[in-house]
T-cell receptor, first 110, second 115 residues
Framework: AQSVTQLDSQVPVFEEAPVELRCNYS??????LFWYVQYPNQGLQLLLKYLSGSTLVKGINGFEAEFNKSQTSFHLRKPSVHISDTAEYFCAVSLNDMRFGAGTRLTVKP | KAGVTQTPRYLIKTRGQQVTLSCSPI?????VSWYQQTPGQGLQFLFE???????NKGNFPGRFSGRQFSNSRSEMNVSTLELGDSALYLC??????????????FGPGTRLTVL
């Protein structure tokens, strides 16, 4: 069965600094990978997804992620964060069903 | 196009009661999934419905049930509520399936508090 591990439960950064949120997955077959964001008191919103093809995936709000098959990773990056990026971020792997990581709380400080 | 809507947004119940939550998917979406989100367990898959049939089920007790209507609207029911059922219940819809390449669109959730 597939599973996903988010390596950091909390990531504090200063505004305009770069950030990387780490995600490793486990699966014996090819899977689809997603990053979702959840703002307070809201549902999840898709940031980006990897289905196949180019390993660098660009998403909304300036986020991008790189699929690394050899390291079974799908880390999320943004070169310069804003206060409004403060939220919970979830990595997910999908095959027969969708499995979410535990989430990473990104806090952007002024 | 309207997003996924969930009603009610907030609910307070007492132990032993039952509750029904409602979800209206995006127009044209046929798959509806339910998730439970808690601080301790994170996001956990409850079940998925497609064309009025339960297609997939997570590891939850039988107190948790659901159904889907012909217009793809879905309800989930929790009977004999326990304190541990307090959570944010999220509904998500997708065109054809909750798994694979289809993107899921999430509603804002129903916050259930069991006293």
């Amino acid at each position: 069965a597939q599973s996903v591990t988010q390596l950091d439960s909390q990531v504090p950064v200063f505004e305009e600094a770069p950030v990387e949120l780490r995600c490793n997955y486990s699966s014996s077959v090819s899977v689809y990978l997603f990053w979702y964001v959840q703002y307070p008191n809201q549902g999840l919103q898709l940031l980006l997804k990897y289905l196949s093809g180019s390993t660098l995936v660009k998403g909304i709000n300036g986020f991008e992620a790189e699929f690394n098959k050899s390291q079974t990773s799908f880390h999320l990056r943004k070169p310069s964060v804003h206060i409004s990026d403060t939220a919970e971020y979830f990595c997910a792997v999908s095959l027969n069903d969708m499995r979410f990581g535990a989430g990473t709380r990104l806090t952007v400080k002024p | 196009k309207a997003g996924v809507t969930q009603t009610p947004r907030y609910l307070i119940k007492t132990r032993g009661q039952q509750v029904t939550l409602s979800c209206s998917p995006i127009s044209g979406h046929r798959s509806v999934s339910w998730y439970q989100q808690t601080p301790g367990q994170g996001l956990q898959f409850l079940f998925e419905y497609f064309s009025e049939t339960q297609r997939n089920k997570g590891n939850f007790p039988g107190r948790f049930s659901g159904r889907q209507f012909s217009n793809s609207r879905s309800e989930m029911n929790v009977s004999t509520l326990e304190l541990g059922d307090s959570a944010l219940y999220l509904c998500a819809s997708s065109l054809e399936q909750a798994a694979g390449a289809d993107e899921q669109f999430f509603g804002p959730g129903t916050r259930l508090t069991v006293l």
